[in-house]
T-cell receptor, first 112, second 114 residues
């Protein structure tokens, strides 16, 4: 069975700092990978997705993620965060015949 | 208003009562998902519909939970004889179907069992 692991449950950083959130999955076949974000009081929304091709994926709001197949990882990055990036971030993986599997989420707090 | 719509947004009920939660997916989306989000627990998959059929019910936590979808559109999640541990935010999502389609989420129903 596939699973998704997010290593950091809670991250606090200052504005302009760089952000990297780890995501690892366990599944040997072809996967599709997603990062979702949930801003305070809002619904989950898609940040970016990887299906195939260039393993470096760029999403909205300056976020990017890199798929490293050999490490089963899909880490999310942003070079310089803003206070408005305070949110909960979820990694998700799906595969043919498998269900949509979400990680436990990482709460990110950006201080002014 | 083309997003996923869930109702009610909040529901408070007494232990032992039955509750029904509704999800209206984006028009044309054939796949519909229910999740439960508890504090600090991430998203727990409950059930997935493709059209009106539910090929994956594996996430339903007990036989008190059931869901149906009619007309390939609206879905209802029913919880019978609610327990305090059922308190959570219940999220619905829809997609165009297919395992590589991103899901679009509703705002959720916050369920509180007294």
């Amino acid at each position: 069975a596939q699973s998704v692991s997010q290593h950091n449950h809670h991250v606090i950083l200052s504005e302009a700092a760089s952000l990297e959130l780890g995501c690892n999955y366990s599944y040997g076949g072809t996967v599709n990978l997603f990062w979702y974000v949930q801003y305070p009081g809002q619904h989950l929304q898609l940040l970016l997705k990887y299906f195939s091709g260039d393993p470096l994926v760029k999403g909205i709001k300056g976020f990017e993620a890199e798929f490293i197949k050999s490490k089963f990882s899909f880490n999310l990055r942003k070079p310089s965060v803003q206070w408005s990036d305070t949110a909960e971030y979820f990694c998700a993986v799906t595969s043919k015949g498998g269900k949509f599997q979400f990680g436990a989420g990482t709460q990110v707090v950006v201080t002014p | 208003g083309a997003g996923v719509s869930q109702s009610p947004s909040n529901k408070v009920t007494e232990k032992g009562k039955d509750v029904e939660l509704r999800c209206d997916p984006i028009s044309g989306h054939t796949a519909l998902y229910w999740y439960r989000q508890s504090l600090g627990q991430g998203l727990e998959f409950l059930i997935y519909f493709q059209g009106n059929s539910a090929p994956d019910k594996s996430g339903l936590p007990s036989d008190r939970f059931s869901a149906e979808r009619t007309g390939g559109s609206v879905s209802t999640l029913t919880i019978q004889r609610t327990q305090q541990e059922d308190s959570a935010v219940y999220l619905c999502a829809s997609s165009l179907g297919g395992y590589n389609q991103p899901q679009h989420f509703g705002d959720g129903t916050r369920l509180s069992i007294l």
